[in-house]
């Protein structure tokens, strides 16, 4: 199984004329590989989160990235050894190589999903832990500073991303919401499915 730690909570927030935000950061742990997901554009926070866990840049094998945001992605290339899974299609990126990857590249219990809708190309992971199936949802479920965190899956996604569709963006909501035990949002507070309603509890 893999463990998976939120090492950044992503936040966004708001201003007159633009927004102070960068995604949730998390490392997976799995029998043989790190695996850092949305690295986000944070510089500082990042670098101290790694010191906290006692791993330098070099030390991660992997940088998921669940789409091209900004807010999500600049910070990847901090990890020079990394290979990267990346938004755009069904390849690896290994510095200026690409290859296309086998679905089980970063372990049998991480599974890549197409999770459209934010923008068309969105993925999201599922991991098995022992606390159950955590998904990784990048921007498919997310918040703004300061709101309840209730999850509706008609909520309009408030980036006004180009590309967004919002009938792609419901149903890997629903997706997302069926194949898991706990969320972790591209921005905001992991928490726990609740599977008999709508309303959901953070999980801390
Ligand atoms: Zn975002």
């Given at each position: 199984?893999?463990?998976?730690?939120?090492?950044?909570?992503?936040?966004?927030?708001?201003?007159?004329?633009?927004?102070?935000?960068?995604?949730?950061?998390?490392?997976?742990?799995?029998?043989?590989?790190?695996?850092?997901?949305?690295?986000?554009?944070?510089?500082?926070?990042?670098?101290?989160?790694?010191?906290?866990?006692?791993?330098?840049?070099?030390?991660?094998?992997?940088?998921?990235?669940?789409?091209?945001?900004?807010?999500?992605?600049?910070?990847?290339?901090?990890?020079?050894?990394?290979?990267?899974?990346?938004?755009?299609?069904?390849?690896?990126?290994?510095?200026?190589?690409?290859?296309?990857?086998?679905?089980?590249?970063?372990?049998?219990?991480?599974?890549?999903?197409?999770?459209p809708g934010h923008v068309l190309e969105h993925l999201s992971l599922l991991?098995?832990?022992?606390?159950?199936?955590?998904?990784?949802?990048?921007?498919?479920?997310?918040?703004?500073?300061?709101?309840?965190?209730?999850?509706?899956?008609?909520?309009?996604?408030?980036?006004?991303?180009?590309?967004?569709?919002?009938?792609?963006?419901?149903?890997?909501?629903?997706?997302?919401?069926?194949?898991?035990?706990?969320?972790?949002?591209?921005?905001?507070?992991?928490?726990?499915?609740?599977?008999?309603?709508?309303?959901?509890?953070?999980?801390?």
């Amino acid at each position: 199984m893999a463990t998976i730690k939120v090492l950044i909570e992503g936040y966004a927030k708001e201003l007159k004329n633009g927004w102070i935000a960068s995604s949730t950061t998390c490392i997976i742990t799995t029998e043989d590989k790190k695996i850092i997901t949305d690295p986000g554009c944070n510089r500082q926070k990042l670098l101290e989160a790694l010191r906290e866990e006692k791993l330098t840049t070099d030390d991660i094998d992997f940088v998921f990235l669940s789409h091209c945001h900004p807010d999500h992605i600049l910070l990847a290339g901090i990890f020079e050894k990394a290979k990267f899974v990346t938004f755009d299609s069904n390849l690896i990126y290994d510095k200026d190589s690409l290859t296309v990857f086998d679905k089980n590249v970063l372990g049998k219990d991480i599974k890549i999903i197409e999770t459209p809708g934010h923008v068309l190309e969105h993925l999201s992971l599922l991991i098995d832990t022992p606390q159950g199936n955590v998904a990784i949802a990048g921007d498919a479920i997310w918040w703004v500073d300061g709101e309840t965190q209730v999850v509706d899956i008609h909520k309009e996604d408030p980036s006004q991303a180009k590309g967004m569709n919002m009938e792609d963006l419901i149903e890997s909501r629903k997706k997302l919401l069926e194949i898991s035990d706990f969320i972790i949002p591209g921005h905001g507070k992991m928490f726990k499915v609740n599977k008999l309603g709508r309303q959901v509890q953070n999980s801390r």
